[in-house]
């Protein structure tokens, strides 16, 4: 390699550092979508190699089966919670973007939860739903609302709001970070201009942070998006689809794992792409269209 010339070992470094990543990305990114695509036309049950073309009839199924588009309405409870994590979590920003005393130490127990293994998250709420034990039950009685008190997870009108709340409380900390570190780069010379034209708090934050956080609203709101029609983890370990709490990605999983029907699991997962790349679309074209 000594022997070649400059320009020749720049280009053959440069191969070798682009070469691993492409090689990477297609073994284990773009081989398994196009294996899932391909799966998705086939009667494929997920076990062995045996499989029958069937065409469209997967996704003539996904279409006609009510039982599978109506979990959607589960996910909405998702995406309505998120909406408010967002909203809080940029007012959370802006208080400990601030001049507060022990401001990193709110953000540090705010930011905690994120860390928090799903299973962990599970086992602590599982303790304050208990509809005997549950710690919000103990702490409802305790302060003379024991009227109030409820089966958190066996009431269907409320089940699925207390696991939302917990996917809400999960990541309110990664959006509160991520909004501090956005209006971080905001200079502050603008704040005071402001100031000195007499403009009150509101008015700063309408006119100057929020125009000047306008990319990262946008990216929170397709985070919130694609969360919220991806939602699986908390609900299927917390209640395993029982009780109305089954979302789209655990049919899915259920779908492919538990009734060994992977070529319809497979159009399932090329459906929900398809209507994530559409919202995120609409999203981006509509209501962030004058940002562009």
Known sequence: MFNLSYKAQRYLILFGFLTIPVVLSLMFSY??????????????????????????????????????FSVFEHNAYYFVGGLIQTAVALFFAVILTGKLKGRNVFRAMLFL???????????????????????????????????????????????????????????????????????????????????????????????????????????MMILTLTGALEAFDIPYIMMLGANGTDTFVSKTVDM?????????ASAMAVVLLLIVMFFIFIQRKLLFRGGE
């Not at 036309?41 to 009510?66: C, I, Q, S």
């Not at 917990?166 to 990664?174: A, N």
Request: aromatic fraction near 18%; avoid cysteine; charge should be negative.
């Open 31 to 68: 081989y398994p979508a196009f294996s899932l695509l391909y799966y998705s036309f086939t009667d494929w049950t997920g076990l062995g190699w045996e499989m029958h073309w069937v065409g469209f009839a997967n996704y003539k199924e996904v279409f006609t089966r009510p039982e599978i």
């Open 256 to 264: 492919a794992f538990k009734f060994q029907q992977a070529g319809l």
């Open 113 to 219: 939860p994120y860390v928090l293994h799903s299973v962990a998250i599970v086992i602590m709420f599982k303790n304050v739903y208990h509809s005997e034990y549950g710690s919000l039950n103990l702490f409802l009685q305790s302060i003379g609302l024991g009227s109030w008190q409820q089966e958190w997870l066996g009431n269907p009108h409320l089940v699925n709001v207390s696991l939302a709340f917990i996917s809400v409380w999960k990541f309110f900390g990664l959006s509160m970070v991520i909004f501090i570190g956005a209006l971080q780069s905001i200079p502050a010379d603008l704040y005071e201009a402001a100031k000195i034209d007499g403009a009150s708090g509101w008015q700063a934050f309408r006119f100057i942070t929020v125009p000047s956080i306008r990319s990262v609203i946008e990216m």
